[in-house]
């Protein structure tokens, strides 16, 4: 059976059903599992002796949260990441998330109306977690985002994706030219509609959706190998084992 991808109306229905009285996730426990299966992805492709700073960029919302949790356990592996967030969330599990990356004495740049500490960052990092926008993201890109995302794009550093390429619209992909352009993407839950012409690695993750969700929402999602929190998917949208 052929794998699913989800329009941005399908998607937020499952994202509300997971932490609804049915599905009985906690939104915590759902950024915790995402941002540990976008922290092995980019492990599984970027190893640490290699590619040892990890710029993880983060937006105000869940992608951005989902982001701290990976740069935590990024963190744990043996990676050094580094923060840029520029825009950070204002609600309480953000705050928290960040402190337990400031814990782990994982730095962030300081807020700064320039781009210039972005720039520093750039000029010393080996791989890119792009964890600005996610599916509810329209066009266009707003400030603080609408400069970073250029330089970002520009770097020529390998870039990994959480979700959806940060720019993308979720149904009709990078159809006006102006989203990052990921060497790697981990789509979360199922891959979206708008990511169906990627051609780079592409990795599914979210490893938390309940069979009576994938049979009701018919997602046919692959079977994830041994105790992996990834699968790769090949171009025909099936798995492919690790």
């Known amino acids: 059976m052929v794998l699913r ?15 609804n009285v049915s599905g009985a996730f906690s939104l915590d426990q759902l950024m915790e599992l995402a941002g540990l299966a976008c922290a092995q992805t980019l492990a599984k492709c970027y190893d640490k002796d290699n590619y040892p700073r990890v710029l993880v960029c983060c937006g105000p919302g869940n992608q951005g949260g989902d982001g701290l949790v990976a740069a935590r356990h990024l963190g744990m592996f043996g990676y050094k990441p ?5 825009k950070p969330g204002s609600k309480d599990i953000y705050k928290r998330l960040q402190q337990q990356c400031t814990n782990m004495q994982i730095p962030t740049l300081p807020p700064s109306t320039s781009l210039d500490p972005l720039k520093s960052a750039l000029s010393s990092t080996d791989v890119i977690l792009d964890a600005i926008f996610g599916f509810s993201f329209k066009p266009p890109v707003r400030a ?5 995302l250029p330089l970002l794009k520009e770097s020529g550093l390998p870039i990994v994706s959480v979700d959806i390429p940060s720019g993308w619209d979720v149904e009709k992909g990078n159809e006006i030219g102006i989203g990052l352009e990921p060497d790697v993407l981990v789509s979360l839950t199922a891959p ?22 994938e049979e009701k929402y018919q997602l046919n999602l692959p079977e994830y190998p041994g105790a992996e929190q990834i699968v790769e998917l090949t171009s025909e949208g099936k798995e492919q084992k690790l």
């Open 5 to 19: 991808y989800l329009t941005a109306r399908l998607a937020q229905q499952i994202d509300e059903e997971l932490m």
């Open 192 to 213: 979206k509609e708008g990511v169906r012409l990627f051609r780079g690695r592409h990795f599914l993750g979210g490893r938390f959706v309940p069979k009576s969700m």
């Open 82 to 86: 580094t923060i840029y967030m520029p």
């Open 144 to 148: 603080p985002f609408d400069t970073a």
